[in-house]
């Protein structure tokens, strides 16, 4: 069956450390690949994607995400995290087959100072 | 501001009602998407439609329908509300099709007593 897993509820990191979060996938056909945060009461907002080509996909603020396909994984990493960057990040993929998309449950980012 | 207008932002009804949400999409995007959001199902995608037609369904109830108008606006109906249906919902935009980004709207938060 078609999904995303993002394994952690949460990730705790220092200001100025690295972060990942994480996202797996299983889809029928080829992925499509996205990222997405949301602040508090607000709507999601997009960070990056990977269609086709480079495995290493560049993004807003400074956010880039690595494909693995033999592992079917597509984990968002940032190198040095800001308190800024606290919120929930989704992970998501269509279905290149039945153009459907599938949304992780979420992982709420916590960057202390 | 993602340019996506979502009407209205609250909307507190009674069990076996109907309601409508509205949503403008951005200005040259031709898609529109609609998701629910809850705490116990997580981001779940209902529907979507390009340029006024169908274009792929999701987790969508049958008491549940949309519509994109020739204007590219859409609505969302759902009638014979029930307790769990209370949820954010949410629209978004893109160009075209799934392979580009989406522009979400701030939501609309239904309340079903």
């Known amino acids: 069956a078609q999904s995303v897993a993002q394994p952690e509820d949460q990730v705790n990191v220092a200001e100025g450390n690295p972060l990942t979060v994480k996202c797996t996938y299983s889809?029928?056909?080829?992925?499509?690949l996205f990222w997405y945060v949301q602040y508090p009461n607000r709507g999601l907002q997009f960070l990056l994607k990977y269609i086709t080509g480079d495995n290493l996909v560049k993004g807003s603020y400074g956010f880039e995400a690595e494909f693995n396909k033999s592992q079917t994984s597509f984990h968002l990493k940032k190198p040095s995290a800001l308190v800024s960057d606290s919120a929930l990040y989704f992970c998501a993929v269509r279905d290149g087959n039945f153009n459907k998309f599938y949304f992780g449950s979420g992982t709420k980012l916590n960057v202390k100072p | 501001d993602s340019g996506v207008t979502q009407t209205p932002k609250h909307l507190i009804t009674a069990t076996g009602q109907r309601v409508t949400l509205r949503c403008s999409p951005r200005?040259?995007?031709?898609?529109v998407y609609w998701y629910q959001q809850s705490l116990d199902q997580g981001l779940q995608f209902l529907i979507q439609y390009y340029n006024g037609e169908e274009r792929a369904k999701g987790n969508i109830l049958e008491r549940f329908s949309a519509q994109q108008f020739p204007d590219l606006h859409s609505e969302l109906n759902l009638s014979s509300l029930e307790l769990g249906d209370s949820a954010l919902y949410f629209c978004?935009?893109?160009?075209?099709?799934?392979?580009?980004?989406?522009?979400f709207g701030p939501g609309t938060r239904l309340t079903v007593t």
């Open positions: 200005s040259g995007d031709l898609s």
């Open positions: 978004a935009s893109s160009v075209e099709g799934g392979n580009y980004e989406q522009y």
């Open positions: 889809v029928s056909g080829n992925p499509y």
